[in-house]
T-cell receptor, first 112, second 113 residues
């Protein structure tokens, strides 16, 4: 059973479109992180959310942590080809310090 | 300077061989990790060390043995390599806990033939 479910698994869109990626779980997390991974590289942290209902913005990217701290979403406005990559959510459950669990990722392709 | 560096970048070897992957971080972090990413891009933790002490050991065959000579280094030795070991292996580090930012190396693509 996958602890963190990400959807969609694959997403191919045209430059300028908006998109939302979801990360869902039946478990409560003390924090959730979003990473982006480009081919041949390791994941790079985009944001960490720790408070239920929290919204963080990073330029055209908006991250939201669910009120119950069981889910999160990433919304990209006016996607650009440079946004192409694998987006991974990862969470730490309370009482399991040091163990970060990753979702399976959403592979986003933004076509020019 | 690269924050987390791992070598080699590519490793092609025959079944049954023994190989090592080295990792070093120059961030002064206390915690280091090994992750395995399979062909479907699923990233799964294997081991975690905090100040040279093993704190996470997931269900990994004992052919895999991590070694941390000091808190800046975490190497991974794999004995008797099998076809199923083919994957990308990532080293990572964090200041104290994974609540904080995790820094990843660029990965080692292991191909077992």
């Amino acid at each position: 059973t996958q602890l963190l479910e990400q959807s969609p698994q694959f997403l191919s869109i045209q430059e300028g479109e908006n998109l939302t990626v979801y990360c869902n779980s039946s478990s409560v997390f003390s924090s959730l992180q979003w990473y982006r991974q480009e081919p041949g590289e390791g994941p790079v942290l985009l944001v960490t959310v720790v408070t239920g209902g929290e919204v963080k913005k990073l330029k055209r990217l908006t991250f939201q942590f669910g009120d119950a701290r069981k889910d999160s979403s990433l919304h990209i406005t006016a996607a650009q080809p440079g946004d192409t990559g694998l987006y991974l959510c990862a969470g730490v459950r309370g009482g399991s310090n040091y163990k970060l669990t990753f979702g399976k990722g959403t592979l986003l392709t933004v076509n020019p | 300077d690269t924050a987390v560096s791992q070598t080699p970048k590519y490793l092609v070897t025959q079944m049954g061989n023994d190989k090592s992957i080295k990792c070093e971080q120059n961030l002064g972090h206390d915690t280091m990790y090994w992750y395995k990413q399979d062909s479907k891009k699923f990233l799964k933790i294997m081991f975690s060390y905090n100040n040279k002490e093993l704190i996470i050991n997931e269900t990994v065959p004992n052919r895999f043995s991590p070694k941390s000579p000091d808190k800046a280094h975490l190497n991974l030795h794999i004995n008797s390599l099998e076809l199923g070991d083919s994957a990308v292996y990532f080293c990572a580090s964090s200041q104290v806990r994974p609540n904080e930012k995790l820094f990843f190396g660029s990965g080692t693509q292991l191909s077992v033939l």
